[in-house]
């Protein structure tokens, strides 16, 4: 008898079972190529800079180019682009931001570095994007901005809270952190400012990296001024000038990206369509085979929503269990999958739930679809790099283990 007859394949892994893999799938991770090495390699030998210098100001013009917008700043990460942003509007202490319950806690974080309070608008359930129903009935007159999320890569749908937003004088932000690259619409062109993020996991990377872009002129100096220390005049300027003078009049930060990063950004930014193409094709064979009714996990599970006519980045690949078919709860499927060799996540806890946000006095409850699909939802692995037998293996996981817990 062969190890695997006599341990039983069928056997969970969870309960002593062999595993689908013996090593994990990871959930998510970087495409990098020899032509990306290449390039970050070359800058080294050649460029007289390492941190800001023109490497950066090529790489965002390549940013303006993928995203539609006419400014753009490379920054040292997403959270210090969404911070940027919250301080390029004014957000301070009295403003009220609207926020969607379920995103990165970085979504959030940056009106409270601002002094700002959080207002958690809901998500549907379905798409996890913003309700815009719910953000639109908290709207107070202290609100100063609403932040919207292209969870897992799709556009969220901005068009009513774009004009409401206008006929009040709030600004509209997206956190465009999973759909860097998407066209369709055009994802630099459907908020006031759009930040992205380059960490390893997200659709380009420069390791730790990120960006604002805008269409305003005014918000995009003050973007740029407040990256480096609030210093008024650019580096660039003052060596022109040959001057030691600087003013500062508004405290900045350092959220500056180096070129040394910048120059694996345009290395990667010449991929990202191909990047978007592959998951795109990861996320349709997913997507035919939980549909498929002889496969019979359609009952079981279902992939999210999105809104017609948006292109999506396939960021991130979740679907919600259809718990009222299922003996367990999700925590069970998840853990279950993991034992599998199968990398789950889950993207994300409601960002309330966060001791931080508990102890400012948040009470559950607040956001009842957020909370509703956060006992569902689980991601699956969906990256470049994964192959057609990674996909093969997460399937056969979740065949595994959910007709193990099937009603
Ligand atoms: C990754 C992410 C961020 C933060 O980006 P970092 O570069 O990790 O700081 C913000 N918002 C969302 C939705 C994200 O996924």
């Not at 695997?4 to 002593?16: S, T």
């Not at 959030?108 to 998500?123: K, P, R, T």
């Not at 798409?127 to 609403?146: H, Q, Y």
């Not at 995009?220 to 022109?240: C, M, P």
Request: aromatic share 8%.
């Amino acid at each position: 008898m062969s190890e695997e007859d006599r341990l039983g394949i069928d056997e969970l892994a969870i309960k002593g079972g062999l595993p689908v893999r013996k090593e994990r799938l990871q959930y998510g991770r970087q495409t990098i190529d020899r032509d990306d090495i290449n390039q970050v390699v070359n800058f080294l030998e050649n460029s007289n800079y390492l941190t800001t210098g023109p490497t950066l100001k090529e790489f965002e013009e390549l940013i303006c180019k993928t995203s539609g917008a006419k400014y753009a700043s490379g920054v040292s990460n997403g959270t210090a682009a969404l911070h940027l942003a919250m301080m390029a509007i004014g957000i301070s202490q009295g403003d009220e931001v609207i926020v969607p319950a379920i995103s990165f806690s970085a979504t959030a974080n940056c009106v409270l570095y601002c002094g700002g309070s959080v207002v958690f608008a809901d998500v549907d359930d379905k798409s996890l994007l913003i309700d815009v129903d719910s953000a639109i009935s908290k709207i107070t007159e202290r609100t100063k901005c609403i932040i919207i999320v292209d969870m897992c890569g799709t556009p969220a749908p901005y068009q009513k809270l774009w004009e409401i937003c206008e006929s009040k004088g709030i600004y509209l932000v997206n956190d465009g952190a999973h759909s860097y690259g998407v066209q369709t619409p055009l994802v630099g062109s459907y908020a006031d400012m759009t930040t992205f993020s380059f960490h390893p996991v997200k659709n380009i990377t420069t390791a730790e990296g990120g960006a604002v872009v805008t269409n305003d002129d005014d918000l995009d100096a003050r973007v740029k001024k407040l990256r480096s220390h609030g210093i008024e005049t650019d580096y660039s300027e003052r060596e022109e000038k040959g001057s030691h003078v600087y003013q500062i009049s508004e405290l900045g930060y350092n959220y500056r990206l180096t070129d040394f990063q910048a120059s694996l950004g345009i290395s990667q930014n010449k991929k990202i369509k191909y990047f978007l193409e592959i998951r795109n094709q990861i996320a349709q064979i997913y997507d035919t085979l939980l549909s498929d009714k002889k496969l019979g996990l359609s009952d079981l599970v279902e992939p999210l929503t999105k809104p017609e006519g948006h292109q999506s980045a396939h960021h991130l690949y979740v679907i919600r269990l259809k718990l009222e078919n299922l003996t367990c709860d999700r925590n069970t499927i998840f853990k279950a999958l993991v034992a599998e060799g199968i990398g789950c996540n889950v993207h994300y806890i409601p960002i309330y739930y966060l001791s931080v946000y508990q102890k400012l006095g948040y009470k559950k409850g607040i956001c009842p679809k957020a909370e509703d699909a956060y006992q569902r939802i689980i991601t699956l692995p969906c990256f470049p790099l994964m192959t057609d037998e990674d996909q093969k293996d997460v399937v056969k996981a979740l065949k595994k283990v959910l007709f193990y817990y099937k009603k």
